[in-house]
């Protein structure tokens, strides 16, 4: 959301009110990004100061050196619905554009989805695009995406130990596997939205949070110190455990992971590499 069309925004504990014309959200969230309500509560320690004066990210939050990537429907050009897609540019300014090779992964361009927007469908298979040429975020990171899905994914209990997130899951954002490391991913169905972390002999769902999700949605998670906290729309709706691991890593994955692939379709994606802060 260019800083130009941001400046009515407002919000208060629970919801947040945009006046934008041309908000590609559903009405019923009264905002495109609901998550940067916050526009000057970004922070990272004494970040602040820094970016005071070159916010250039998704309503005026964070630029190039925080926005790690942004995905969006207005970086597509020349295709027609029902078209294969080989990349999503990015517009961080970080040129993080997801991509892949192998056209047997390539989601669909669907025009004219949300709000005169098009969307990437990705088929609960193989579909993906990655990125996996730098780090998106290490130990704190924040992670927001437009998606919608109609199919269930498998609940597993919260835990931060053990291996559980190898079966029917539907991952949203691939959790890599980083060895002695955690790579943390993202599992999204009509039942709910969990975390998960990946690495040696390690996968459990270190913040799971059952709910009815129907419809598009503004989905997400933040790690602070290695600690999830699930987004869902306009609220912080379940806070996890901290990872046992001592580094966790930022998703470069979108549409599957090693165990699983998401069934839906995806407007849009932003990524920061620090904590952000949310509506007070």
């Known amino acids: 959301l260019p800083p130009k069309r941001a400046q009515y925004l407002f919000c208060n504990r629970n919801t947040i009110y945009n006046q934008i014309s041309d908000m590609r959200i559903a009405t019923k969230f009264k905002a495109r990004l609901k998550f940067v309500c916050a526009i000057q509560m970004l922070f990272w320690g004494g970040l602040i100061p820094t970016l005071a004066n070159a916010q250039t990210g998704p309503g005026g939050?964070?630029?190039?050196?925080?926005?790690?990537?942004?995905?969006?429907?207005?970086?597509?050009?020349?295709?027609?619905?029902?078209?294969?897609?080989?990349?999503?540019?990015?517009?961080?300014?970080?040129?993080?554009?997801?991509?892949?090779?192998?056209?047997?992964?390539?989601?669909?361009?669907?025009?004219?989805?949300?709000?005169?927007?098009?969307?990437?469908?990705?088929?609960g298979t193989d579909d993906l695009l990655q990125y996996t040429s730098s780090e998106s975020g290490v130990n704190n990171f924040t992670v927001f995406l437009v998606a919608k899905t109609e199919v269930t994914h498998e609940i597993d209990l919260e835990r931060n130990t053990g291996i559980y997130g190898t079966t029917g899951q539907k991952?949203?954002?691939?959790?890599?596997?980083?060895?002695?490391?955690?790579?943390?991913?993202?599992?999204?169905?009509?039942?709910?939205?969990?975390?998960?972390?990946?690495?040696?002999s390690y996968m459990p769902a270190p913040a799971v949070y059952s709910t009815?999700?129907?419809?598009f949605n503004i989905i997400g998670f933040r790690y602070t110190s290695r600690r999830p906290t699930i987004f869902f729309n306009s609220e912080n709706s379940h806070v996890g455990l901290t990872s046992t691991k001592t580094t966790v890593y930022g998703p470069q994955q979108l549409g599957s992971g090693s165990y699983g692939a998401f069934d839906g379709d995806v407007a849009e994606m932003i990524i920061y590499n620090l904590r952000l802060n949310t509506c007070r």
Do not use: C, M
Request: glycine letters at 12%; a negative charge; aromatic letters at 10%.
């Open 61 to 123: 939050v964070g630029n190039s050196t925080t926005n790690t990537a942004w995905l969006k429907p207005e970086n597509f050009s020349g295709l027609s619905d029902n078209d294969a897609v080989s990349s999503w540019p990015d517009t961080s300014g970080n040129a993080r554009h997801h991509s892949i090779a192998n056209s047997d992964y390539y989601p669909v361009y669907k025009e004219n989805q949300l709000n005169a927007y098009p969307v990437l469908r990705f088929d």
């Open 171 to 200: 991952y949203l954002l691939g959790a890599r596997h980083r060895q002695n490391d955690g790579g943390a991913g993202l599992s999204v169905g009509t039942n709910g939205i969990s975390v998960y972390e990946h690495g040696a």
């Open 212 to 215: 009815t999700v129907t419809g």
